[in-house]
């Protein structure tokens, strides 16, 4: 992947920040904002349509999930959830204590709110909503934030509801649970004036700041996620979706970058090789014959199962799907997307990849004499149920058309890997129109004036704060305010007579280094994690132990802490026991305190500390040393 000059290329990034509030209920209900993993109390199976707007107009992204045609199973567990999350009941009025946060955060962002807050509908029929639609409204606009000598504009600032959270998918059915579904989710829009990847990070993080400094979002994975809109010169507005990793940003927008600039000089080869989208026809042909003895496990499996094998050809394609657009994603890759979405296959071959897969070199040049393709052209073909495939090589055919266009607009969805991958088509204004059935808000100037009395402090100063007040270095403050664990650590070091550096350093750098070890650290609750220390508080197992204690609960869920200290064999030992093993390692090392008797001390805690490593407190091992050493030297 080229390096490249984003102001060359004309790069814009602007970003889309969700993230839940802490409320004591959901947006529209009283049920708490928890999550649960509870069994359900009830089992809903539903198929959503897409509805016309006030205009007449279907939503193209709607009727695109709609065209998957699946059916929709909700689980409703109980005490996070009700007939409200259900569309059983109409929704309660907007929650004022979400509003309040809100308008906070809007102050924070030095945003001007609005006189009335409107709740709309957004048309989502993905399945996320039972309604068919996300509930929204504008809270504040026009703020703006200077990051460095950045002033990044703040577009708008919404209130809406979460979605619902996917714990299952196959070809036709999708499983949702609603207890995630109408926590209030606050969306920060800020305008396209991001000119490279390491800036869009950078923004990120200081909107990121400003939220946690309320004290009233929630943490952990997946309760924050960005959305990136990209584009640069000539390309088009790419929306990215659910960028839950903030060292993530950087890489996707790198990458996306380069795939724009790769997909026009794919349009560039095309216009020079002096073809057209009418080149490309929807003409398919069974070529399952050709495989009937092929080596090709997917193919074999197939043709056993009574599929076929649709081919298409591809007119001066040849070499095209081949090329790399950014790193791990080609532009065949994004032919298969496509086939996958709106075929329901399980991916596509091409010319471009084979021979490979166990498919011959013979097998190849006889599909090539069959779809009368020269050299300079490329043949796609699928195997599936005929209506599975002929839709696959439909959406092929639709997205080779598109390149000789340059960059389709589109939204895709973010990986794990920083890459992305096609999601749906870019909604429109057709999927907004006003929800009914709860009241506008009159936001007045006594309300605006009262919360600008209280706001919370700017995070530097909290950092100033907790260096100050628990007396840590700033760099380990720094790290608390950016962690998920600022409000742990108040609540250990008050009630629990540990050093607060200690609490600290575990909560930021051992947890941060257990997660580079892949341990699951986001699977750890903070109840869990406060159990850890309170073991040691207690004295069941030493401070050198807690990383591994950490270690051994973000991978069980169930048993308690003391039994996790048992199975480990870390609990502590008791004074005798201490005192047999040092006497026993003094009398090992008499040359230590013969020979360098000015160094003994020290040399025999470290020995001895090895061996007890995790199972006594070394403070107490240094009382009890320093007393056998005295009864040494008398006798």
């Known amino acids: 992947m080229q390096d490249l ?283 399952s014959e050709i495989f009937r003895k092929t080596s090709c496990t997917v193919l074999k499996n197939a043709l056993s199962k009574e599929a076929i094998i649709l081919a298409i050809l591809l007119k001066n394609f040849g070499g095209i799907l081949g090329i790399e657009l950014c790193s791990n994603l080609k532009f065949g890759t994004e032919l298969a997307h496509r086939a996958i979405f709106w075929g329901k296959v399980g991916g596509i071959f091409h010319t471009d990849e084979l021979p490979k897969y166990g498919i011959t070199q013979e097998e190849v040049d006889a599909l090539r004499e069959k779809m009368k393709a020269s050299e300079s052209d490329a043949v796609v073909f699928v195997a599936d149920m005929e209506e599975n495939a002929v839709n696959a090589l439909k959406a092929v055919i639709e997205r080779s058309k598109e390149a000789f266009y340059g960059v389709p607009e589109e939204t895709r969805g973010a990986t794990i890997e920083g890459i992305t991958r096609y999601m749906r088509p870019r909604p429109g204004a057709a999927r907004m129109y006003p929800e009914t059935d709860v009241p506008p808000i009159v936001i007045d100037s006594k309300r605006i004036s009262n919360l600008e009395n209280e706001l919370p402090p700017l995070p530097n100063e909290i950092i100033e704060a907790i260096t100050k007040k628990y007396k840590i270095n700033s760099k380990l403050a720094e790290q608390l305010m950016d962690s998920d664990y600022l409000g742990l650590f108040e609540k250990i070091v008050t009630e629990m007579k540990l050093t607060p550096s200690f609490i600290a350093t575990i909560l930021t750098e051992n947890m941060k280094n257990l997660e580079r070890e892949g341990f699951p650290v986001d699977q750890l609750s903070e109840n869990r994690i406060y159990e850890a220390f309170k073991a040691v508080y207690k004295g069941l197992t030493a401070k050198e132990s807690i990383v591994e204690l950490l270690q051994w609960a973000s991978k069980n869920k169930e048993p308690s802490i003391d039994k996790a200290i048992d199975d480990l064999g870390i609990g502590m030992l008791k004074i005798e026991q201490l005192k047999q093993i040092i006497k026993k390692i003094v009398k090992n090392e008499e040359d230590v305190m013969t020979k360098q008797p000015e160094k003994a001390f020290n040399k025999l805690l470290g020995i001895i500390m090895r061996e007890v490593r995790g199972k006594a407190d070394v403070k107490i091992v240094s009382d009890l040393l320093r007393n056998e050493l005295k009864i040494v030297k008398s006798t």
């Open 5 to 287: 000059d984003y102001k060359k290329i004309g790069l814009k990034v602007g970003l889309e920040i969700h993230q839940q509030l802490d409320t004591s209920k959901k947006l529209f209900c009283n049920c708490p904002t928890k999550i649960s993993d509870e069994d359900p109390e009830f089992i809903v199976l539903r198929k959503l349509r897409p509805t016309q707007s006030e205009m007449g107009e279907v939503d193209q992204a709607a009727l695109f999930e709609f065209g998957k045609g699946k059916n929709i199973v909700y689980e409703s567990p109980a005490g996070a959830s009700c007939l409200v999350e259900l569309d059983e009941e109409p929704p309660h009025d907007l929650n004022q204590e979400a509003v309040d946060v809100a308008l906070v955060i809007a102050l924070l962002l030095n945003a001007e709110p609005v006189d009335e807050i409107h709740v709309m509908r957004k048309i989502v029929i993905d399945g996320s909503n039972t309604t068919g639609f996300q509930r929204t409204c504008v809270v504040a606009l026009n703020g703006c934030i200077k990051i460095g000598e950045l002033k990044v504009p703040i577009q708008h600032l919404g209130l809406e509801e979460d979605a619902a959270r996917k714990i299952e998918e196959s070809k036709s059915i999708t499983k949702y649970r609603i207890d995630r579904l109408c926590i209030p989710l606050i969306e920060i829009a800020t305008g396209p004036v991001i000119r490279n990847p390491k800036e869009a990070e950078e923004v990120a993080f200081a909107i990121g700041r400003i939220l946690r400094a309320t004290r009233k979002v929630k943490r952990g994975l997946g309760t924050i996620r960005q959305d990136l809109n990209i584009s640069i010169e000539n390309g088009a507005i790419i929306e990215i979706k659910g960028v839950q990793k903030l060292d993530l940003i950087s890489k996707i927008v790198e990458n996306e970058a380069n795939r724009q600039l790769k997909l026009l000089e794919i349009q560039n080869d095309l216009r020079k090789k002096l073809v057209n989208e009418n080149d490309l026809k929807d003409d398919f042909i069974d070529v």
